[in-house]
Nanobody
Framework: QVQLVESGGGLVQAGGSLRLSCAAS????????LGWYRQAPGKQRELVAR???????NYADSVKGRFTISRDNAKNIVYLQMNLLKPEDTAVYYC??????????WGQGTQVTVSS
């Protein structure tokens, strides 16, 4: 079992920044991918950013150039730096750690609210 605990969410004005952290209860090195997803009210959960074991990254088009995902294997933490935040970024942000498409873990989520 793996516990993932997100933190760093909050209320911020449009144009501001937040850094989300996802702390894992075990080493994150073996995971094939680590990602951040978000779910806004009435919408499906969507991928925001993902970092693969080889270091490559994927971003949703809506956040490219504004968000950066990174990992600290020594601390077992995955970060999501969010800059130039927009009201449409408002959502609950979830961390996901995956060994495979059928073997993965979710965190409990952290709320991000961006006011206009």
């Amino acid at each position: 079992q793996v516990q993932l605990v997100e933190s760093g969410g909050g209320l911020v004005q449009a144009g501001g920044s937040l850094r989300l952290s996802c702390a894992a209860s075990r080493t994150i090195s073996p995971f094939n991918s680590l990602g951040w997803y978000r779910q806004a009210p009435g919408k499906q959960r969507e991928l925001v950013a993902r970092i693969i074991s080889d270091g490559s990254t994927n971003y949703a088009d809506s956040v490219k150039g504004r968000f950066t995902i990174s990992r600290d294997n020594a601390k077992n933490i995955v970060y999501l730096q969010m800059n130039l935040l927009k009201p449409e970024d408002t959502a609950v942000y979830y961390c996901k750690a995956s060994f495979s498409p059928l073997n993965y873990y979710w965190g409990q989520g952290t709320q991000v609210t961006v006011s206009s």
